[in-house]
């Protein structure tokens, strides 16, 4: 059964004033707009009022066939947006939140989308929270993502802003508003937080005229499953809850190896983990090893109790969190006939197969096949640390980006490189690829 929380969301764009603030930055106002863009454009053919005029011409600026629309679409959004998130996260690094008084507005809202589209929400909630509070997003953006923080935890909404329905491959189930905390007050509150209708006409416009609002438990919600009839179990809400812990565990040490953190959540990091300079300097690998080792045997536990914990499971994001420890650990040939079945069953994305499949590759000394894995080699000339990163070695590179549209990736060989990697891509063979691992010795 699949899970689909919806952004629940209807912004009223603004007019561009004709004579723009001296501080507006042109260029970032401009680039915020293409995210905004990209952000939504798949989620445009998702819609059931998009013309065929419209998806004709999405699906020709996007290069999509039918069967991109049928059975990819999730996939291409998916890996759409964490295209987005990685420059919308270049852009806080250097910005800080992009807000009104540097870019005007509707642009102002396009990092809210883009996070509020991701797994990262908990991270930039108090980014969030403080652009709202100096006016440089609306409020009730913030409450929004409030919501969607609480929906994902498991927990009784605010504002009344996010929906839920269940989806089996084939139909989607009757949809509701996920349960709210003060149901008698949440107009009250929807009023102060900015939004102009009450959870009940919003209910309409969201389902339609004939939807009518019921506040439903967390307990009716997590017994949803049964009560539409299907063989499916209610998420595991405590599995949930833990696997979300061991992802954070998972990235909280590879966070801070990021070019593109900021110095406020570099600082909140070394203050929740009680780093020294030392250890941010000199110790991040063997913290990140040690934490691994520690994750992959939460992992194995988990693993021999449930199986793989996929989507049907734990829902989304969480169903990727195994993952994530099996790639980062030494037992990737143990455990890939698990992730092989869970992609196949749709537990998982295919292109998380794929990943692992080429860093499989990767460790054999073979040639990859999606173009996934990125190797970078250190040596020191004249007291200077020099790196030379490159893909890997590709068994069919001429067709490459073909496998890789097919298997659920939104860029091509060539801006992945210069994306991930900050490089031109560069065909190299396996033969030049392995001299110059050997010559690293």
């Known amino acids: 059964m699949r899970y689909l929380f919806f952004a629940i969301f ?43 005029e419209q998806k004709e011409k999405v699906m020709k600026e996007k290069n999509l066939t039918k069967e991109d629309i049928t059975d990819r679409l999730w996939s291409l959004m998916d890996e759409q947006d964490k295209v987005n998130l990685e420059k919308v996260e270049k852009i806080i690094a250097e910005y800080g939140y992009p807000g009104k008084s540097l870019v005007g507005e509707p642009e102002n809202e396009t990092t809210w989308f883009v996070i509020q589209h991701s797994s990262k929400i908990n991270q930039y909630m108090p980014l969030i929270k403080a652009a709202a509070d100096h006016q440089e997003i609306p409020f009730r953006l913030y409450a929004m993502m409030l919501d969607r923080q609480l929906m994902n935890d498991g927990k009784e909404q605010i504002y009344g802003t996010q929906g839920f329905s269940s989806h089996d491959g084939e139909k989607e189930s009757d949809p509701i508003i996920w349960p709210i905390k003060d149901v008698k007050n949440v107009n009250k509150l929807r009023k102060e937080a900015g939004f102009y209708d009450t959870v009940e006409s919003y209910a309409k416009r969201l389902y339609g005229k004939n939807f009518v609002f019921k506040n439903y438990t967390l307990d009716e919600v997590l017994k949803f499953g049964d ?24 990235q909280i040490y590879r966070e801070l190896t990021q070019p593109n953190i900021t110095p406020e959540r570099k600082a909140e990091i070394i203050k929740e983990k009680n780093l020294s300079p030392e250890d941010v300097s000199t110790g991040l690998i063997k913290l990140m090893d040690d934490q691994d080792q520690k994750n992959l045997v939460k992992v194995e536990k988990i693993i021999e109790k449930y199986g793989y914990p996929g989507k049907s499971m734990v829902g989304e994001p969480e169903n990727y969190a195994v993952w994530y420890v099996i790639q980062h650990s030494p037992k990737i040939e143990k455990y890939f006939p698990l992730i092989k079945k869970a992609a196949d069953e749709k537990e998982l994305p295919f292109r998380l197969y794929a990943m692992m499949m080429d860093r499989k590759l990767m460790y054999e000394n073979k040639e990859q096949i999606y173009g996934t894995q990125i190797r970078s080699i250190f040596s020191t ?38 994306d991930a990697g900050g490089f031109e891509y560069k065909k190299y063979t396996l033969k030049e690829a392995l001299e110059l691992l050997q010559k690293k010795k």
């Open 227 to 250: 009560s539409q009839k299907t063989e499916e179990k209610p998420l595991n809400i405590e599995l949930k809850k833990e696997l979300a812990q061991i992802y954070k565990d998972d």
């Open 10 to 52: 209807f912004s009223v764009l603004i007019n561009a004033q004709k004579k723009q603030d001296k501080k507006i930055n042109v260029k970032l106002k401009n680039e915020l707009a293409t995210i905004q863009k990209d952000d939504q454009i798949y989620r445009e053919l998702m819609q059931s009022d998009v013309s065929l």
């Open 381 to 418: 000339k004249n007291g200077k640390t020099e790196t030379l990163s490159f893909v890997w070695p590709i068994k069919d590179p001429e067709a490459v980006n073909e496998l890789r549209k097919n298997s659920g990736f939104g860029r091509t060989i060539e801006d992945y490189a210069k």
